[in-house]
């Protein structure tokens, strides 16, 4: 994407938001990246009231105003972690070798997921949440074209991720 097209996307999306949202996607996002090297993450605050995620092969990464208020830091993070999921699966981002594990599962999204679900254990976040923040998006979203797979994510997270400790 070019430098123009990537700011007329951002404008679509409502633009870039300054402020307390954007302290605390920077503040939780730096927490995340603690252990990993290679290309620099940028993290901003799209102000569109949908519930969504994006990255973008430079290591620029966008939460939306929706997510930053529908979700808590944990859930936050999650999301998060499964745009860093994409970004380390791509090779634009190095971690700890547990990270790169081979993964049989050739969905990107499924993939995502699950490194990931691995990023949030290393910085101390359960990984079920990022069970809970598809969730979110699920009940925000559903029915439209994502709702099954995003269904299907939910399902197999459920049976891969070791129940709440109690
Ligand atoms: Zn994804």
Known sequence: MSPDARARWVTDNGGI???QQDARAREIMSRLVA???GAPVHVQVLGTRELTAYSFPDGALFVSRGL???ADNDEVAAAMAHELG???SDGHLQGPAALHR???NPDVEARADD???RVLQMEGVPPRAMMRMLELVADRTCPG???NDLHVRIARLKTSLPAPSL
């Open 86 to 88: 994409h970004l380390i």
């Open 17 to 19: 938001i300054t402020g």
């Open 102 to 104: 081979k993964n049989e």
């Open 145 to 147: 074209p994502c709702c």
């Open 115 to 117: 490194v990931g679900c």
């Open 35 to 37: 252990g990993l090297t």
């Open 68 to 70: 930053m208020e529908a």
